[in-house]
């Protein structure tokens, strides 16, 4: 995906967030916020996805509770935000901060760690460009998220130009997500990051 307007996204609302406020530190907006954003969004869209396979039926989540990998010395543990789709930016970044806080401090529950839906996994920050995501049961997907690499792309007038490509994936459990499902969700989930405005209406 094109990853600019997501950072241009992130700086502007870092920017108004530190300027609108009188204490000294702010909790600014991670790009990793705006992709739990965006991945709660395109879930509501494409409901599909947003399900686990239990012995007798598909069960259908009414409410997006969103995991997402954090590394710790021991491995990486996988906290939950719940009902990400009813969240704000602002909501879920809190929520993002105070659990991977807690999970460095071990004091993350077992609660804490269970009843998604859905698991984000995020290796940008270690120069991963891609990589395949283990699916977190009882999900029926998880989402990798790679880092964000400068190269030459086409611009609207056939010139090159220096681009910021994101490379994302997705892994499904295909007794309950197919390749036509998949892609749906991704190109709703790519509308979203590219154009972080969309998710304001």
């Excluded at 792309?153 to 090159?160: A, D, M, P």
């Excluded at 910021?164 to 499904?172: F, K, N, R, Y």
Aim: charged residues 15%; hydrophobic residues 40%.
């Amino acid at each position: 995906i094109n990853a600019e307007p997501l950072r241009i996204a992130r700086e502007s609302i870092n920017h108004r967030l530190s300027s609108g406020s009188t204490q000294p530190t702010v909790n600014k907006v991670s790009l990793n916020d705006l992709i739990l954003l965006a991945t709660a969004n395109a879930l509501v869209k494409v409901p599909e996805i947003n399900t686990s396979w239990n012995e007798e039926e598909i069960v259908f989540h009414g409410t997006v509770n969103l995991a997402f990998g954090v590394a710790i010395e021991e491995g990486l543990v996988t906290p939950v935000i719940r009902n990400a789709n009813s969240l704000s930016l602002k909501e879920i970044s809190a929520q993002a901060k105070l659990l991977i806080n807690k999970a460095r401090n071990k004091k993350l529950s077992p609660d804490e760690m269970q009843g998604s839906t859905f698991t984000v996994t995020n290796l940008g920050m270690f120069g991963i460009d891609f990589f395949s995501g283990i699916i977190n049961p009882p999900n029926a997907a998880i989402l990798s998220i790679g880092t964000t690499r400068k190269k030459p792309t086409v611009g609207s007038c056939g010139n090159i130009l220096v681009g910021e490509t994101m490379v994302i994936g997705l892994s499904c459990d295909h007794r309950l997500v197919d390749g036509a499902i998949a892609a749906q969700f991704l190109q709703s989930l790519s509308e979203n990051l590219e154009n972080p405005s969309s998710m304001l209406v």
